[in-house]
């Protein structure tokens, strides 16, 4: 004879129950271990907070030049020397200078500024020691004379001495030293006080 088991689940609910046990077992011990990190569980998503840091900019800082630099160079009015400033970029030159001085007034300056500097008139080279400045020009130099010569050595010289450490000019030409003309006649140094009025500006 046989004995009655009682109802028997189909296989199929067996199989999700016993699923739905393990899910939950599962979700347990992930509970257990979040808590265990310390990383608090909230009721509701929050947006997670990001922390901008701005960009680095590390592109140099360029400076075009000393601002509001420029050179003193001295052109005639009339028969007085006059002063005119030029902007440079960087630091103020004597070169510079008298670049400006051996070249006809810029445009846009006075029409009545005239320069007695022979054109075409170089510069070999310069240099500047113990308050003299040595100044070698080319021979175009030499394609004036008389007042006019004179003048157009006062501009440069003016040119020159308008830098507070040079104190007196000598010249050469073509590297031969030379008695540059002034008010006091021929001097193998020059200095402010070589010339009168008009052409000394001082």
């Given amino acids: 004879m046989t004995g009655s088991l009682g109802p028997t689940s189909p296989p199929g609910r067996r199989a999700r129950a016993g ?3 393990a899910v939950v077992a599962i979700a347990a011990l ?3 271990g979040v808590a265990a990190c310390g990383v608090p569980i909230d009721d509701e ?3 997670i907070a990001q922390t901008t840091i701005a960009p680095t900019d590390d592109a140099p800082t360029t400076i075009a030049g000393t601002d509001g630099a420029e ?3 001295y052109f005639l009015h009339g028969d007085s020397l006059e002063r005119q400033g030029y ?3 960087g630091e103020p030159t004597l070169r510079a200078a008298l670049d400006f001085v051996l070249d006809p007034p810029a445009e846009g300056l006075s029409d009545e500024l005239r320069s007695s500097v022979p054109p075409d008139t170089g510069l070999n080279s310069v240099e500047v020691s113990d308050g003299v400045a040595v100044i070698d020009l080319t021979s175009e130099i030499n394609d004036v004379s008389g007042e006019a010569q004179k003048e157009a050595f006062a501009q440069i010289v003016f040119t020159t ?3 507070p450490e040079i104190a007196s000019v000598r010249f ?3 590297g031969k030293a030379i008695d540059a003309p002034t008010d006091d006649g021929n001097r193998s140094i020059v200095t402010a006080d070589n010339y009168d009025e008009p052409l000394n500006p001082r």
């Fill in 19 to 21: 699923v739905a046990a």
């Fill in 161 to 163: 001495l308008a830098f």
């Fill in 87 to 89: 902007p440079v970029e």
């Fill in 30 to 32: 992930v509970g257990i």
């Fill in 45 to 47: 998503p929050r947006p």
């Fill in 172 to 174: 050469l030409v073509d």
């Fill in 71 to 73: 050179v003193s160079v």
